[in-house]
């Protein structure tokens, strides 16, 4: 069984930078790739970004090209999320998600923590 829990939200303001970690508890076929959604209020969840253990290829949405970067820690089951230049728009429930091949749909993970908030006020 895969489970993946994230730490590191909170709130912050407009501009700021705020790390996401990620750790899974297993590295298997079944969780080769590794990726961050969110769901901001009201709407439904979106792919934010995505790496593979492997390869380490990352891949990101339009809206955090340049701002956000994704790495990994494959000696310690560890995923990072940094995010910079935060607006009030990057307010969300973020989530990461383990699954066996990368995508950019929820349906493409398997295993998902909790999710932790990120607020950014303006």
């Known amino acids: 069984q895969v489970e993946v829990l994230e730490t590191g939200g909170g709130s912050v303001q407009g501009g700021d930078s705020l790390r996401l970690s990620c750790i899974v508890s297993?590295?298997?076929?079944?969780?080769?790739?590794m990726a961050w959604f969110r769901q901001p209020p009201g709407k439904g969840r979106e792919f934010v970004a995505g790496?593979?253990?492997?390869?380490?290829?990352?891949s990101y949405a339009d809206s955090v090209k340049g701002r956000f970067n994704i790495s990994k820690d494959n000696a310690h089951h560890l995923v990072y999320l940094d995010m910079n230049k935060l607006t009030s728009q990057d307010t969300a429930v973020y989530y990461c998600a383990a699954g066996p091949s990368p995508g950019h749909q929820a349906g493409d993970y398997d295993y998902w923590g909790q999710g932790t908030q990120v607020t950014v006020s303006s």
């Open positions: 790496i593979t253990w492997d390869s380490g290829t990352a």
């Open positions: 297993v590295r298997t076929a079944s969780s080769a790739a």
